[in-house]
């Protein structure tokens, strides 16, 4: 559960907050004064602060230095009126997160209160890699043993300790994201400020802002100057994700950034100077980009300096049921699902699928599977339609052994894990087995099959559906019968694989 801290010395804010929150998953503790809040700061580390600018006998300034003192990666969001903004712009300058006006906008609060216990999550949750001193506990992990995954921990654990810029390439889905906070995290910089950017997801006007803040009157709609996030973040490290994005005048900012260290806020004249590490990721082709005119040549070869390239998913061999197994067990905690389990057949269709979303599209497809599971152990059919009829090579998968290696795995996952529903997964992998040797009996044909079974061809197709049995391979035969001795129609029947 997060923990949000409220310095205020109005009780009906404190109430206001408690009340936004009721339900959350965020428990809101509150302090009437600034000796107060500091005392709760020391004891048990919030995750986020809302803090007054205006308290008895001292300002929220020099309150949030103290907190700077304690902890530079605590994300502290001022409340403040809007005719003393100017004392907020000063404090963000300093490292605030962000800041709210009165009268409280809950909706917009809530918003942002969210993104700043996320990127406290993001701060404070190491990214371990695999090793001896690894500890499981909290950490998010970076799972594998491939070569090209050894190769990226040899990566991190080079540049991390660096003052160096880095790019991370891969597709989409590949963790970039977790890439970059593993460098964070084992940097120089990981007692300051971690924020992350994606390029793509905002447009580029308010990217500009968003990166160099603004003054006010700067456009249409700049009732306030902003801060932006170079100027925040001094000290620390920014994520620019998705970098082959930007437009090109933000390229042109970012180059200096790189160069200098130096920007001006959007509609300002003041230059500001700030000292962060860039860690920029893309799954786009920059080279390409670049020979298109689409991107800066000098700002690829700065950013390339040192370049992490993370493989597809479908690169990496056995890490695929490594990462299976791992976010089965992370994901059924999360949604409170006892599951134990992936069953035989299931794994070989998770296996065999290409993934052309990566890891993020593993996430999401084990996530329905578990919510459609209802035992211990994920069957086939709990799997996505898409999961099931694509195998990953585009070659026939078929049906070896017979029916103990079938039903043995089924039942003894069933018994293991408690399984409330065994009898009818036992039944679905007899007839599994049943149908594909029946069908390879009788060459595909289907109305022979179900002849034999003694059921309806509609019956049959319905059960083939069903059960993921798929058929795929074609027989040819050459027509000689014909006059003229050429090759004319030719009769084709269809050979049952299971699609496992």
Not at 153 to 160: E, H, L, P, T
Not at 212 to 241: M, N
């Amino acid at each position: 559960m997060s923990y949000l801290l409220v310095i205020d010395d109005d009780r009906s804010i404190q109430r206001m907050v408690a009340h936004a929150f009721e339900n959350s998953g965020t428990e809101v503790r509150a302090a009437l004064t600034a000796e107060q809040g500091m005392e709760m700061i020391r004891a048990s580390a919030p995750d986020a602060v809302l803090l007054d600018i205006q308290l008895p006998k001292t300002s929220g300034l020099e309150v949030f230095k103290e907190i700077r003192q304690i902890d530079r990666r605590l994300p502290v969001i001022f409340i403040t009126s809007s005719d003393r903004s100017e004392t907020a712009i000063e404090a963000m300058s300093l490292g605030a997160y962000d800041y709210v006006l009165k009268p409280l906008d809950l909706v917009k609060m809530v918003e942002l209160v969210g993104k700043a216990l996320e990127t406290r999550r993001v701060m404070r949750v190491p990214v371990e890699m695999p090793g001896p001193d690894s500890a499981a506990g909290d950490a998010d992990s970076m799972i594998g043993r491939s070569p090209a995954m050894q190769e990226i921990y040899k990566a991190i654990g080079r540049v991390a300790p660096q003052d160096v810029i880095v790019l991370v390439r891969g597709e989409s889905g590949t963790g970039k994201e977790l890439v970059a906070r593993a460098i964070y995290h084992h940097s120089a910089r990981a007692s300051g400020p971690f924020l992350e950017i994606n390029c793509a997801a905002i447009p580029d006007t308010l990217l500009e802002s968003e990166l160099f803040g603004h003054e006010k009157g700067a456009f249409t709609g700049a009732d306030q100057r902003r801060v932006g996030k170079f100027e925040r973040c001094s000290g620390g490290t920014i994520f620019l994700d998705e970098v082959g994005d930007m437009s090109p005048l933000i390229q042109s900012k970012v180059l200096r950034i790189l160069q200098e260290q130096r920007f001006e806020r959007v509609g300002g004249s003041t230059t500001l100077e700030t000292d962060v590490r860039i860690i920029a990721a893309t799954n786009r082709d920059l080279e390409k980009m670049v020979a298109d005119g689409q991107f800066r040549e000098d700002l690829y070869y700065r950013l390339n300096g040192f370049a992490i390239n993370i493989p597809p998913l479908r690169e990496r061999g056995d890490d695929l049921q490594l990462l299976i197994e791992h976010y089965l067990g992370r994901l059924s905690q999360r949604l409170g699902k006892d599951i134990h389990s992936v069953a035989p057949e299931a794994m070989a269709i998770l296996m065999r699928y290409t993934w052309p979303g990566n890891i993020r599209e593993l996430q999401g497809e084990l996530n329905r599977a578990i919510l459609k599971t209802v035992g211990p152990v994920i069957l086939a059919t709990s799997l996505s339609p898409t999961i099931r009829s694509q195998p990953s090579n585009g070659r026939a998968v078929t049906a070896e052994g017979d029916i103990s290696g079938d039903l043995v795995p089924v039942v003894q996952s069933g018994l293991n894990g408690g399984s409330n529903d065994l009898y009818a997964e036992t039944l679905e992998a007899m007839e599994r087995y049943l149908l594909t040797q029946v069908l390879r009996k009788t060459g595909g044909n289907q109305s022979q099959a179900a002849a034999t079974l003694g059921i309806t061809r509609g019956c049959l197709r319905n059960k083939v559906r069903q059960l993921n049995i798929s058929i795929g391979h074609t027989v040819s035969v050459r027509d000689t019968s014909t006059a003229n001795n050429t090759e004319a129609a030719s009769a084709s029947e269809e050979l049952p694989q299971r699609a496992s």
